[in-house]
């Protein structure tokens, strides 16, 4: 406004050096006046509604299902609680007490010979790896101007009048004055100029002495038209409205959310919070950028109206700062929801290894498999060989005879059938543990194999649960509940014995390779989950195949009879 009475202020003094007159001085005060007025209404005008029946599927995504598949609904769990912890930031303790037990777990020396591993875990028993490996530990893995007039045309004009003098302007002094001045109630009437009221009834007046000042308060204009007043709100309301909409939506449809205020954050209680829950916490308000900004102009507005309540998308925001060391709780709550389920996998995957690779060395029919095709290679290969490499099992339903179009497997089985009823390699069971073991990647070195990083890292989960147990442990104050102390060293103890228990299993898999003659300058691409991935395809072109001879067999016996 302050830029507006300037330029009215120059248009003035422009104006006034033609000719000014008081009429045209009020003319544009009542302008500047109906312009405030304008605006003043303009800004109340101006408000932030909110529509609480706004679709939450329009401002929140809905969040995706866990898939039946064991290994995906992990990767999909994990996936969701590692991308919550990674927000919550690392704080820094002081005061810590820690016990000299758990300095020794997390010392990264790999000599742990004289470290007590627990053999017990996830439901698993490990001990015969462990005594394994106590007995043979020394085995080794890598503007227009205007118109004239034109004449006159008639009679002569008169003579000319003596000139006239304007009266000179009203100086700069007195038309600020004259802004300055109350307004009056205006007189609509046309002012006679001095040289012409001479002969006029306007020339012998009597003096009337009047009240100036009385008359200027009676037709004051400032007593009868005073500015609205500022309206106090009834609601304070400081977010914009989409961000208003999006957290009333997430508090309508998570309970915790809504009762935030008054929860009572027991971590060790059960289903207090879901994962889904501590995720929409996240994006509402630990990861939201201005978050701190939108805190601070809500508080500032508290102050200024203090006796006014707050909307609920600003009470939410207040109730979740002024809970304690809610990202270290919710951190933890996190980790105790995920580690048992990763713990039970891991141990399960690596007690699925050792009993697959043992059930092997003892599979009677694997055995007269490989026999049966060495035998028919030698005959094709004219030469007297003692073994081939275990790839070449994954080729014999591709190799075809040049009489039947048979594969090379379906001969092998033909007369196994013949002379043995039993022609399946695996059990059903066998081949369930063999396609989970293949979903993993069981090592400790991850290279840059494509199929590999698809596949569910067993190290890196461990590597990963180690580094949130640290993570925790430094944010963990002596105000906390000692119980997630504890919680905390029993589960840095297992994951340090579960990674230990993985390098046990590795050496004794490097065995059970240079037992199916696999050199050891190939033993590290022939994974345990490539391994298992080639005996699942033996077992599936061994059932297809005996499906085939099967028919055969049965279409030779309807046409003898």
Request: hydrophobic share 30%; aromatic share 8%; charged share 30%.
């Amino acid at each position: 406004m302050d830029s507006e009475k300037e330029n009215m202020e120059q248009k003035l003094e422009n104006e006034a050096e033609s000719e000014v007159s008081e009429n045209e001085v009020e003319k544009l005060l009542n302008k500047v006046e109906k312009k405030e007025e304008d605006e003043s209404q303009e800004a109340e005008n101006k408000s932030v509604s909110f529509d609480p029946n706004i679709d939450p599927n329009n401002e929140i995504p809905e969040l995706r299902n866990n898939s039946p598949d064991s290994v995906e609904y992990l990767k999909s769990s994990l996936r969701r609680s590692q991308n919550i912890t990674k927000s919550f930031k690392k704080g820094t303790v002081t005061d810590r007490q820690v016990s000299q037990e758990k300095q020794q777990i997390t010392s990264e020396d790999e000599d742990f010979d004289n470290f007590d591993i627990i053999s017990c875990l996830g439901g698993e028993d490990f001990s015969d790896l462990i005594d394994e490996y106590n007995t043979n530990k020394h085995v080794s893995i890598s503007p227009p101007e205007a118109a004239n007039a034109s004449p006159n045309l008639g009679p002569p004009p008169p003579p000319p009048a003596a000139p006239v003098t304007p009266p000179p302007p009203p100086p700069l002094g007195l038309i600020r004055q004259a802004m300055q001045e109350t307004r009056t109630v205006k007189l609509q009437w046309y002012p006679i100029r001095k040289e012409m009221i001479a002969g006029t009834v306007w020339e012998n007046l009597p003096k009337m002495n009047i009240n100036k000042e009385e008359i200027k308060n009676l037709f004051s204009l400032s007593s009868v038209e005073t500015k609205p007043e500022k309206k106090v709100p009834k609601i304070l309301n400081v977010l914009d409205m989409q961000r208003s909409n999006n957290i009333n939506i997430a508090m309508k449809k998570f309970k915790f959310l809504n009762n935030i205020k008054n929860t009572d954050f027991d971590c060790f209680a059960n289903e207090i919070v879901t994962k889904e829950e501590i995720e929409m916490l996240q994006r509402l308000y630990f990861d939201f950028p201005k978050v701190k900004e939108e805190i601070n102009q809500i508080e500032e507005e508290v102050e200024t109206y203090p006796d006014i309540p707050l909307g609920s998308a600003e009470q939410f925001l207040l109730h979740v700062k002024s809970l304690p060391d809610l990202e270290t709780k919710l951190s933890f709550y996190i980790f105790k929801l995920d580690f048992p389920d990763s713990k039970a996998f891991v141990c399960r995957s690596f007690r699925l290894l050792k009993d697959e690779t043992e059930a092997l060395k003892k599979n009677k029919e694997f055995s007269k498999l490989l026999s049966r095709v060495l035998e028919t290679g030698r005959v094709l290969e004219k030469r007297d060989f003692f073994g081939f490499e275990l790839d070449f099992l994954g080729n014999l339903d591709q190799i075809k005879d040049t009489v039947s179009d048979k594969s090379f497997l379906y001969h092998v089985l033909y007369k196994s059938a013949q002379s043995d009823h039993k022609s399946d390699i695996f059990s059903p069971n066998s081949h369930e543990n063999l396609a989970s073991i293949s979903k993993c990647n069981f090592a400790c070195n991850h290279g840059k194999d494509d199929k590999k990083e698809e596949k569910f890292s067993l190290h890196r989960r461990l590597e990963e649960l180690q580094e949130e147990c640290g993570q925790i442990l430094e944010n963990l104050l002596p105000s906390h509940d000692p119980r997630m102390l504890t919680f905390m060293n029993e589960a840095q103890k297992q994951i340090v014995s579960m990674k230990r228990i993985q390098k046990m299993l590795l050496k004794d898999y490097s065995k059970f390779l240079a037992w199916l003659a696999i050199p050891p300058s190939n033993q590290s691409v022939f994974g345990p989950d490539r391994w298992a991935e080639l005996m699942v395809q033996l077992a599936e072109d061994v059932k297809k195949t005996n499906k085939e001879i099967a028919s055969k067999s049965k279409k030779k016996k309807t046409f003898k009879h």
